[in-house]
């Protein structure tokens, strides 16, 4: 048997530590799911008074191709949030990210999604690692 190979460590694993707040994005279909979102809207608001939430966006808006509207929250809301938004998001698809200081790899290495995986207009995101050295 061949003995597992150790990956070397190039380099120092991210520390949640620079973690300052999440998003969860709720996706919905004007045509179709709307009212189900309008619900989650309204459990939220009743249920956790520390996330805020964005307005409406029925018009695509920043990276997403589809409707949505945001729930900004604080670190200390995760652990009591996150389990209610799995047995509470009603079918509706959700991007879930951090808010590293860095958004592209906030909506792409370090974002979970509930539902499915939606495509996203990564263009319009800064990466923080390439841009740092080279502001215009
Ligand atoms: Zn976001």
Redesign the pocket.
Known sequence: MRKERVPAIDASPDDPEIIEHY???IYYDPASSRDRAARLRERVAAMFPDATLGRWHDELV?PHLQSMY?I?FPCTLLASFLPWLMLNRDGLTI?L?P?TGN?YL??TDHAVWFGSVLPLRLEVLRDTRLTSASAS
């Open positions: 998003h969860a994005h920043g945001q900004a991007l990210h808010g958004p906030d909506h």
